[in-house]
Every structure is written in structure tokens, then in C-alpha cells.
């Protein structure tokens, strides 16, 4: 006999912890199901907007940053260094960005979720997501449980079993990434290497590489965009990946040597414009990196899973669930869309756009503004100088 709830969630990454949030803060009966056992950890680079803290009420800050980055160091080949502050104008509103351990981050959010009445299944993994009749879904698990509920929120990443069971995102733009967690004794190594500091360089092929700060070690990772599903993801590029994170450690004056590393790669499943994200009537529901919310300029994709997530909560509990792939696109789609236009341009002339963007007097402040979301992709578009050229960008995504 199966078990019946009104909303099923596929995974407890941020979209789901925040779709359970509202789902059952609605009243609807509401489980999530997660395959791994809680907390459990995530591969990510785990930075995320300050203002990110205004959509997750009763979460305290200091129970999930480890970090507050107040300045950005950027640099080309790990030369041509600058470095910025987020706020050069003390008569402007502060920013910040946080850093955060995806394991304290997403359990974080699954208990307050659980505190709002949403029951929990960890160490569970889903097996099939099938119609049942016309108004349920039928979720079996691989120890043969079953459940159905009138709708299924998939927030399982972006190789998740919902989108494949539902026949969405067929083809998706997928970015890949490296990372290592590397532990660090803050005072040594090159003197930018402070708690405040993030660094990012850009002459990584189509992408760029990372040094987050975090308590008690560094972030240390590369990305490459533009790969889609099946190319582009070989151990050529994980090569080169590999190259530039221990490029980076030399250069930052704390080394390693290769066997001495963990390396975790996964993708990115970057924003690619425009598609179906709900099926069967408004049953089944994509957030988050399911839905492939990454931004393609930034590479980020916390802040938009936890809006995502919370967004299809609420737009079940009011009975909209059959247009999900429009509120979505309402939400994001023109933002996205104007990230991806400035994207295919900066990382086809990286160099060019380094020099004239990264390095101005105004740029690490834009970059800032634009991950808070205080700033639009679009305006921005509409006033870079070089506007008219990137119709003409020929980068492959």
C-alpha cells in the first residue's frame, strides 16, 4: 500500500529544502525524499549573495557562514593582479557575499523545513517517478517503497531522476567543474589569503578558476562552459582543470602536489533559455539545478535554487502548479537570457573583457550587485558599449 501526500520532493539541496519550507507552511502534506544520509556533503563552491538571507526566514546567519567576503581579488594567468573592495563608496548600501559549507548550508535549510511540518526520508533513493492515473504520482524507491502525491518537485540536480522520468531537458547546456577543499592556516601563504578575499582568474579556458575562503580551509576550483551533455566532459578538460587548481595553490603560496588532493568534479547545468520545466498537467515541477537556473555569466546557482524551490511551493499550494514552465520563465528567463548574451561574449574575448570590464574602477562593485540581485543582467546589456558586437559572438554552448 502506498503512502499518499500532496507534494513529493525529489532531493534536499537548497531547492527542495525550500519547496518543502512553503509546501508545508501552506499545509499541504509534504516529504522529501533524499538519497544520501543527512548532512551530507556537496561539491560547490559555496558562495552566495548576502541578500539571499531576506528569502529564508528564521534562519540565523551565523548558523551557516563560515566566511563574509568583503573584497574580491581577480587576476589573468595569476598575474595582472586587482584588487577591489565590494563597497569603495561608504555612502552606498553594503554588500557582501557569504560562504557557506553545503553540508551546514542544505541541513540548515531541510530542518527548517521539517520544522514546518514537512516529513523527511534520507538515505532513500528514488527509482521511478511514474503518472498514476490522472491526477497522482507514482514514486518508488530503490528498497521498493512507494509513494504518490498530486505533485512531484524534482530537486535533484541536474543528472536527476525526475527530468529523465518526465522526458525534460533533453538538451542541456552542462559547464564542468573541479574543486578540492584544501586546509589552511590563515597568516601563511600570499598575503591577499584572508578570510575577506575571494579570488577569481580568468585566462581558464571558456571559464574561470576560484579560491573561496572558508573556516578552516580554502575552496580551491575551476569551471569550463559551454560543454554540452555529451561533449566536452573527457579527462581532457579535467586535465586542465587539475592544471589550473594546482597553478593556483603555487601561485598563492600554499602548494600541493597532485596525490596529495581529493578532486570533486561535477556539472554545472547552465541556464540555456527558455524550456519546459513542468509536465503531466502541472505533476511534475523542475527547480533548481534540475531546471538548469546556473547562471552562465557567474557560474552560480544557490540563490536561484533556494527562489526556485520556494516559488513552485507556493505556486502548488495556490493551485498554479499546470503553469509552472511560465512562472518560471517570468521569474528568470529575461534575466538569464541577458546573462547568457554578455556570457558567449566575455568568455569567446576573456582578455579584451578582463581589461576594460573586470579591472575597472566599477567592476568588482557590478559583479557584486549583479549576484544580490540589486542589479539586472538586462540593464546592464542594454549599456555595455560592446553591446552590438555580442550578437555576433560565435562561442559554442
Not at 66 to 92: C, M
Not at 260 to 275: D, M, N, Q
Not at 278 to 307: E, H, Q, T
Request: aromatic letters at 8%; one cysteine or more.
Amino acid at each position: 500500500m502506498s503512502k499518499q501526500y500532496d507534494v513529493i520532493i525529489c532531493g534536499a539541496g537548497p531547492a527542495g529544502a525550500c519547496a518543502g519550507y512553503e509546501a508545508a507552511n501552506a499545509g499541504l502534506r509534504t516529504l522529501i525524499i533524499e538519497r544520501r544520509s543527512l548532512p551530507r556533503y556537496k561539491t560547490c563552491g559555496g558562495g552566495v549573495p548576502l541578500t539571499v538571507g531576506n528569502d529564508l526566514p528564521s534562519l540565523v546567519p551565523e548558523a551557516f557562514v563560515e566566511a563574509t567576503v568583503t573584497h574580491l581579488r581577480h587576476t589573468w594567468d595569476f598575474a595582472d593582479a586587482h584588487l577591489a573592495a565590494i563597497n569603495p563608496d561608504p555612502s552606498e548600501p553594503p554588500m557582501s557575499l557569504w560562504m557557506v559549507q553545503r553540508s551546514v548550508f542544505d541541513n540548515a535549510l531541510t530542518e527548517r523545513a521539517a520544522q514546518a511540518g514537512c516529513e523527511v526520508r534520507d538515505g532513500l533513493a528514488v527509482k521511478s517517478v511514474e503518472p498514476e492515473g490522472d491526477t497522482s504520482v507514482r514514486v518508488t524507491t530503490t528498497n521498493g517503497d512507494i509513494y504518490t502525491a498530486s505533485h512531484v518537485i524534482g530537486a535533484d540536480g541536474a543528472n536527476g531522476v525526475v527530468a529523465r522520468m518526465a522526458d525534460l531537458r533533453k538538451k542541456r547546456l552542462l559547464a564542468i567543474a573541479l574543486e578540492a577543499e584544501i586546509p589552511h592556516e590563515w597568516g601563511t601563504g600570499h598575503e591577499t589569503l584572508r578570510p575577506e578575499v575571494a579570488h577569481l582568474e580568468y585566462a581558464v579556458k571558456q571559464g574561470y578558476g576560484w579560491v573561496f575562503p572558508k573556516a578552516g580551509h580554502l575552496s580551491v576550483g575551476a569551471g569550463m562552459f559551454g560543454r554540452r551533455s555529451a561533449e566536452g566532459r573527457g579527462e581532457a578538460s579535467k586535465e586542465e582543470l587539475t592544471r589550473w587548481i594546482l597553478g593556483y595553490l603555487e601561485a598563492l603560496g600554499v602548494p600541493r602536489k597532485r596525490e596529495e588532493i581529493e578532486f570533486h568534479g561535477y556539472p554545472l547545468p547552465i541556464w540555456g533559455g527558455a524550456e519546459p520545466v513542468g509536465a503531466w498537467n502541472g505533476r511534475i515541477l523542475l527547480v533548481g539545478d534540475a531546471a538548469g537556473l546556473v547562471n552562465p555569466l557567474f557560474g552560480d546557482g544557490i540563490s536561484y535554487a533556494c527562489r526556485s524551490g520556494a516559488s513552485a511551493g507556493k505556486t502548488i499550494a495556490v493551485g498554479k502548479a499546470a503553469d509552472w514552465s511560465q512562472v518560471l520563465q517570468s521569474e528568470f528567463g529575461a534575466s538569464h537570457d541577458a546573462s547568457l548574451t554578455i556570457a558567449k561574449f566575455f568568455y569567446q574575448f576573456p582578455g579584451v573583457c578582463y581589461k576594460m570590464g573586470v579591472k575597472s574602477p566599477r567592476g568588482t562593485r557590478t559583479a557584486a550587485r549583479l549576484i544580490g540581485g540589486d542589479l539586472s543582467f538586462e540593464s546592464v546589456l542594454e549599456r555595455l558599449p560592446w553591446k552590438g558586437l555580442m550578437s555576433k559572438a560565435k562561442l559554442t554552448w
